[in-house]
C-alpha cells in the first residue's frame, strides 16, 4: 500500500455525544466513593470524558477534561478516540474533520513575504510588533572574538553577552525577577571575564538555581526570595499511569527571566518589563565561551564549575576533558517581553502555591503597559511570537476553546521545494551522559532511524527527476568537538583517571565533543525560532515536558528581492565562524551548491583531524561530520573504521533497548 503524507492543518470538531453511558449511577454511595478514589488515585474515581488526537502511534492532541455535565457533553476536541473501538452503549459522536493541505497556506515555500505577515496561526500568543531582540551565543563572548560581518546599511554586527546582560538585569530589578529552569543554582558565578569586570560582578548568584533544587530551596528559606520545587504535575484526564508517567519521567523544561527594568531612554522613572528566553539554565556547567576549551580554563573560568557527566568519577582533580557547553538564548523588550511574564504567572498559580504574584496592573505608576520599543520605520524593529508547549497541568487558566488556543502545535517550515536548497543539521555528538550506556545508545538508534528515514526521502526524490546527487548536497547532519595540543602553564591535576578507562582515553588523546544545548533555526537568514525544546516526542508532545520558544524577524530584513542582511544573517554568521574558525565569502549563499560542498568538506577534513591518532595542532574549528555513512537507498551506515566514538566503546548508530520503554528515550 502507498504511503501518504499529510502536511498541513487538521480540524477537529466534535459536537456532541448521545447516549453515552456514565458507570456509577447517582446514589450517594456510589458518588462518595467516586470522590474517595479521585482523591487517592486509585480505582476509577469520577467519570473522565475526554477525546485524544491519534496519528498511528503519535499523540497529537486531547480535549480538556468535561466536569460539569459528564452524561451530555458537548466539547471542541482535537480527534478521537483512544482504542479505535467502538463506544460501548451504541452512542455515537458528531464529528467534522477538515484537512487543509500545506500548500493551500499562502505563505508556504515562499518565506514571510511582506512585513504584514500575521504569524503562525492557531498559537496562545499573537505576534507581537515593535519590539527588540537581543540573540546570544553561549553565555559569554569576549572581546576577542569579534568577527567583521557587514550588514545591511553599513553597520556591523556586534555579539550581545548573555550572562553579561543577565547579570545586569537581576541587580538593576526593583520591583521582581521571576526565573524558571530545569536546573537553578545559587552557586553560580555570571561574570567571570576579568577584562570586562562589574563592580559586584565577582558575587556569586545569590538568589538564582544536576539540578540542585533542594540546596536552592534551603538557600532562600528564611528571605523574601520565594523558590518553589515544582514538578511536572500531569493535565487532567490521564489515566493513574498515565499520571505517574508524567509526575517521575517529565519535567520543567522552560528557562526564562522576567524582571523589570528601567527605561532606555532614562528619562523617566517608570518601568518596563524584559525578558529572558532561550536554551541556558542558570546554573552549573553552563558558563562557556565560543572558543569551547577542553583543558585551558580548568585553572580560571572553570576551576569551580567543572562539569563532566560523560565520564564515571570525572572530577577537577583529575584533570580534563570537560564538557564544552554550546546554547543559544536571547532577550525580548516590548510587548513580547509580556507574553513571556504571562507564561510565568501562569505557571505560578497553577503550582506555585501561596501567591506572591505582583499585580502590576495595579503599578501603572510604577510599571508602563505592553508598549512598543520601537518606531514603525525603525529598520532595527523585530516581530515577535512566542510558542509554548504545556498543558493545563502546569499553568493555571490554559485555555478550553480552540479559538483561545492552539489546534495546529507544530511548527513547520521548509525550505522551497524545485529550488536549490539545503538544511545543515547540528545535534550533539551523544546525548550527554556516558555514552554506553542503554538509554544513551537507545537515543542513538532512535537518531539513526530518523536520518534514514529523511535521507530515503531525499534519495527516491532526486531519483524521481533523473538526478544522482550526493544527498549531503541536499540535507547534512553535523556534532561538534574539540582538541588541544598541550601548552606550558596548564591546570595540573593531583590524581589520574582510571587506567583504560574512557576519561583517561580522552585525556591522553586531548579531544572531547562540544555537548550541543542550543534549540535554535534559522530560515534563510530572515527568521529564527530559539527556545528551550528539542525536535523530539518529550519535547513536542505537550504533555510532557514544559517547553517555551520565540520566533522573530525583522520586517525591514526579509529574504523577498535578495538575501536578507539584517541581525539574523549577522549571528548566523557568528555562529558559523565560531564553528568553522573562519568566514568565507560562499557562506553569504548558505543554500549553494558552493556553499553546502565547502562546509561539507571542512566539517569532513575536521573529522578526520579529531579521530586520528597523531595531534600536531589545535583542532581549527569545530563543526564535524556527523561520523556516519549514506548508502545508495539513504540507509544510514559506519563509516570505515568507525563504529565506536573516539575513545569509547559506544557504538555511533546506537542499539534498540529490549528493556527501556520508548516514552523514556524518544
Not at 229 to 253: A, E, K, Y
Not at 393 to 422: D, Y
Not at 492 to 504: A, G, H, L, R
Not at 579 to 592: A, K, V
Request: net charge negative; proline share 6%; glycine share 8%.
Amino acid at each position: 500500500m502507498a504511503q501518504i503524507l499529510l502536511h498541513g492543518t487538521l480540524h477537529a470538531t466534535i459536537y456532541e455525544v448521545d447516549r453515552l453511558h456514565v458507570a456509577g449511577g447517582g446514589n450517594f454511595l456510589s458518588k462518595f466513593v467516586e470522590n474517595v478514589e479521585e482523591k487517592i488515585g486509585f480505582g476509577k474515581g469520577t467519570p473522565k470524558i475526554y477525546a485524544t488526537i491519534d496519528l498511528e502511534k503519535a499523540r497529537v492532541g486531547r480535549t480538556r477534561i468535561i466536569e460539569k455535565e459528564p452524561n451530555n457533553p458537548r466539547w471542541w476536541v482535537e480527534i478521537l478516540d483512544k482504542d479505535k473501538n467502538p463506544i460501548h452503549e451504541g452512542s455515537k459522536i458528531h464529528v467534522r474533520l477538515q484537512f487543509f493541505d500545506v500548500s493551500r497556506d499562502r505563505n508556504w515555500a515562499r518565506g514571510i513575504k511582506s512585513a504584514k505577515f500575521p504569524g503562525v496561526p492557531y498559537t496562545f500568543y499573537p505576534q507581537r510588533t515593535g519590539c527588540r531582540v537581543s540573540l546570544y551565543q553561549d553565555a559569554h563572548v569576549p572581546d576577542n572574538f569579534i568577527p567583521k560581518i557587514p550588514l545591511s546599511g553599513g553597520i556591523h554586527y556586534e555579539p550581545h553577552r548573555c550572562w553579561e546582560d543577565v547579570f545586569d538585569a537581576i541587580t538593576n530589578a526593583k520591583h521582581f525577577i521571576y526565573i524558571t529552569g530545569w536546573s537553578v543554582y545559587t552557586e553560580i558565578t555570571l561574570i567571570r571575564d576579568s577584562r570586562r569586570s562589574k563592580p559586584g560582578g565577582d558575587i556569586t548568584l545569590d538568589g538564582l538555581m544536576a539540578t540542585h533544587d533542594e540546596e536552592t530551596e534551603h538557600y532562600f528559606q528564611g528571605t523574601d526570595v520565594h523558590c518553589v520545587l515544582c514538578p511536572r504535575n500531569p493535565d487532567d484526564g490521564g489515566s493513574f499511569v498515565q499520571d505517574l508517567q508524567i509526575s517521575t519521567m517529565f519535567t520543567h523544561h522552560q528557562k526564562i527571566v522576567v524582571v523589570d527594568s528601567d527605561l532606555p531612554s532614562g528619562e523617566s522613572e517608570k518601568r518596563r518589563v524584559v525578558s529572558f528566553v532561550g536554551g541556558i539554565d542558570l546554573c552549573d556547567g553552563r558558563y562557556d565561551t565560543p572558543f569551547h576549551s577542553l583543558f585551558r580554563t580548568l585553572d580560571t573560568a572553570h576551576h569551580d564549575d567543572f562539569h563532566q557527566p560523560n565520564f564515571t568519577g570525572a572530577a577537577i582533580t583529575k584533570g580534563g576533558p570537560r564538557e564544552p557547553w554550546h546554547d543559544i538564548h536571547s532577550r525580548l523588550e516590548g510587548p513580547i517581553a509580556w507574553d513571556v511574564l504571562f507564561n510565568f504567572e501562569q505557571r505560578w498559580r497553577k503550582q506555585g502555591g501561596k501567591d506572591l504574584l505582583i499585580n502590576l496592573r495595579e503599578l501603572d505608576d510604577v510599571i508602563i503597559p505592553p508598549s512598543p520599543v520601537t518606531y514603525p520605520d525603525d529598520q532595527e524593529t523585530w516581530n515577535v511570537q512566542l510558542f509554548r508547549s504545556i498543558d493545563g497541568g502546569a499553568a493555571f487558566g490554559f485555555p478550553e476553546t480552540p479559538e483561545e488556543a492552539a489546534r495546529a502545535g507544530l511548527i513547520v517550515s521548509k525550505i522551497e521545494a524545485g529550488e536549490r536548497f539545503t538544511v545543515y543539521v547540528v545535534v550533539p555528538m551523544w546525548p550527554e551522559g556516558i555514552p554506553e550506556s542503554a538509554s544513551v545508545q537507545a537515543i542513538l538508534d532512535w537518531q539513526r532511524r530518523t536520518m534514514e528515514m529523511m535521507y530515503k526521502d531525499i534519495v527516491q526524490a532526486l531519483r524521481a527527476k533523473g538526478i544522482e546527487e550526493d544527498p549531503r548536497n541536499y540535507l547534512t547532519f553535523f556534532c561538534l568537538g574539540n582538541r588541544e595540543v598541550k601548552k606550558s602553564g596548564e591546570y595540573e591535576p593531583s590524581e589520574q583517571p582510571e587506567p583504560d578507562s574512557d576519561y583517561q582515553k580522552a585525556q591522553e588523546a586531548r579531544r572531547f565533543m562540544i555537548y550541543v544545548h542550543a534549540k535554535m533555526m534559522i530560515v534563510d537568514d530572515e527568521y529564527i525560532i530559539v527556545g528551550s525544546a528539542n525536535i523530539n516526542q518529550r519535547s513536542m508532545d505537550g504533555a510532557r515536558d514544559s517547553e517555551i520558544a520565540m520566533g522573530a524577524y525583522q520586517p525591514y530584513h526579509l529574504a523577498t528581492r535578495q538575501p536578507a542582511r539584517g541581525q539574523i544573517h549577522g549571528f548566523r554568521m557568528a555562529l558559523w565562524y565560531e564553528h568553522l574558525g573562519m568566514l568565507d565569502n560562499t557562506f553569504i549563499r548558505p543554500e549553494s551548491e558552493e556553499c553546502v560542498a565547502k562546509v561539507n568538506e571542512i566539517a569532513d577534513r575536521y573529522w578526520d583531524l579529531y579521530a586520528s591518532e597523531e595531534l600536531e595542532r589545535d583542532l581549527p574549528g569545530h563543526l564535524l561530520r556527523y561520523p556516519v555513512g549514506i548508502a545508495s537507498e539513504g540507509e544510514i551506515t559506519e563509516l570505515p573504521g568507525t563504529e565506536f566514538f573516539p575513545d569509547t566503546k559506544a557504538r555511533i548508530l546506537g542499539s534498540k533497548s529490549d528493556y527501556l520503554p520508548p516514552i523514556l528515550t524518544t
